[in-house]
């Protein structure tokens, strides 16, 4: 018996030990294929240092100009993030699976969606600024795409989680298609709705802060010329002004939806229900048409000016469709590049979460003022998008994959230990209790107790963080940092649209792939 104990354990040790090794290996080889240099990172150091002694001093005079552009950010958030939301509506009831009036057309659509879901918003903006010109024109168009599939996943989630016996007993009694989109459906619609604006604006409000590298308005716009002239007093008022609005923005959007979540409304007798009834035939078509109106102001753009774009756009479309298929060893090269700048991301963000978590967390940190230091710490690293991080880095270690990977790397940190401390303090407390009594620490309860038993829900984490570090990836090269994006922003700025069709579909091949193999992942340890 001690024999087969003994030989357990060491051959439990050895498999740790060739866990570790595989690890090791694998982020050399992945360090090796990102040009990743201790060397390269200890030389750029005093340039990074020398750049965030100079934010130290910010020009708060500064403050007038900035606000201007950051209105004209929050607006493009906001509109994009109505008409998203609108136009989602009533596409998610044509291809949810267990509503959709034709399968055909249901399963064409979510074909094209799900491709027009791996382009980046930052590609987005950058093809409609050759097709609208520079302005926010151009970024509301490309954050409400981004908003539209967004919220589109999200209502085609929520409607196919209705029960099929709702929907069965709704028909049982004779109802038709348009009175069980009317009874089962829509009623729920409306206050979801406002929970969904609030998800895809926070996401929309980071990424409109990055529109204006490529021109389509912003903060990003002067962000952009303040680092060319190297005014990094002006830079520095411009990032705490985008840390505070974008932190003010989360608080109150977490604090709505929580209050949606909670409340209800409860009516005293039927009498005050049926005119609650009867008055959504007059507020929510003005609702709408509010919403509609401000969509309209916001767009500022003449019929002539719109008619010339739909002009160009579709000449561009049909250039692009007629992809240069003699340009593809860019195309793997850059796609390599990407990838590889991905999985190192996650990996080492993964390896940083799993070690902050523990004293991020509440329930595991071994002191509360470790753990409210650590959250303040976190929030920043996530506030910012990869690009503005990448920006910094790319000022100390030049162009080149370093630092984007740099920059991934440190957002994927923040994002995980946010999430997976979360995580940590949601676990019931006796399977850490469980293992203190026994007389271990708290460290060892935390090894030995909560991580293995919440670690699936980890990598699944990991994984989606990975399907969202491929697309931010493919567009950090448009700074310089690296991917694909280097040769995409190239060949959209030179009108190449034909070698431009050609690395868009293969960005979409390699993000849908990498999706594919995620959730068959999560599937499999789950």
Request: charged fraction near 15%; proline fraction near 3%; include cysteine.
């Amino acid at each position: 018996m001690m024999k087969n104990l003994k030989q357990y354990m060491i051959k439990k040790r050895t498999l740790k030990l060739s866990y570790l090794l595989t690890l090791v290996v694998a982020l050399i080889f992945l360090g090796f294929k990102v040009d990743f240099s201790f060397i390269r990172l200890y030389r750029g150091m005093p340039s990074m240092f020398n750049l965030f002694q100079r934010m130290l001093h910010p020009n708060l005079s500064y403050s007038t100009q900035v606000f201007e552009k950051l209105m004209e950010t929050i607006e493009i958030a906001i509109v994009s993030s109505i008409t998203g939301v609108l136009f989602a509506i009533p596409f998610s009831l044509l291809v949810a699976d267990n509503i959709a009036p034709n399968r055909y057309i249901a399963d064409i659509l979510t074909a094209i969606f799900s491709f027009f879901r791996t382009i980046p918003s930052l590609i987005w903006a950058a093809i409609l600024v050759s097709v609208f010109s520079i302005g926010k024109f151009s970024g509301i168009i490309a954050l409400s795409i981004i908003g539209f599939l967004m919220s589109l996943k999200l209502f085609r989630e929520h409607i196919e989680s209705i029960k099929e016996n709702q929907l069965n007993s709704t028909r049982s009694v004779g109802a038709n298609s348009i009175q069980v989109l009317r009874y089962c459906v829509m009623p729920y619609m409306f206050e979801l709705s406002i929970s969904v604006f609030f998800i895809v604006f926070e996401t929309n409000i980071r990424s409109a802060t990055i529109l204006g590298l490529v021109g389509a308005g912003g903060v990003g716009q002067i962000m952009w010329r303040d680092l060319n002239h190297l005014r990094y007093d002006n830079l520095s008022t411009l990032i705490l002004i985008l840390f505070l609005t974008i932190l003010i923005i989360d608080i109150c959007s977490l604090a709505i939806r929580s209050y949606l979540r909670k409340s209800s409304i409860r009516f005293k007798s039927i009498n005050s229900y049926r005119r609650f009834q009867g008055s959504k035939a007059f507020y929510i078509p003005a609702i709408i048409i509010g919403l509609l109106t401000l969509i309209s102001r916001s767009l500022n753009i003449s019929y002539d000016r719109l008619a010339l774009g739909f002009r160009q756009g579709s000449q561009i479309i049909g250039r692009m469709a007629r992809i240069d298929i003699s340009y593809y060893p860019k195309l793997i090269e850059g796609i390599g590049e990407s990838f590889f700048i991905a999985i190192f991301a996650t990996v080492v963000g993964a390896l940083f979460a799993i070690i902050l978590s523990y004293f991020t967390a509440y329930n595991t940190s071994p002191k509360r003022w470790l753990s409210l230091i650590l959250k303040g710490i976190i929030n920043i690293f996530r506030t910012f998008p990869p690009i503005i991080t990448a920006i910094i880095f790319f000022r100390g270690v030049g162009p080149g994959p370093l630092a984007g990977v740099m920059a991934l790397s440190i957002y994927t940190t923040g994002v995980l230990t946010k999430m997976y401390s979360e995580v940590l303090e949601s676990t019931e407390k006796n399977i850490q209790n469980s293992i203190i009594v026994t007389g271990a620490t708290d460290l060892e309860s935390y090894r030995y107790g909560l991580f293995p038993h919440t670690f699936p829900t980890f990598l699944s984490l990991a994984l989606y963080r990975l399907e969202s570090n491929i697309r931010n990836s493919t567009i950090l090269g448009i700074i310089g940092a690296g991917g694909i994006g280097t040769i995409l922003s190239m060949n959209i700025t030179w009108r190449n649209w034909e070698k431009v069709g050609l690395l868009l579909l293969g960005i979409s091949l390699m993000t849908i792939c990498i999706d594919r193999f995620s959730n068959y992942l999560r599937r499999r340890f789950s």
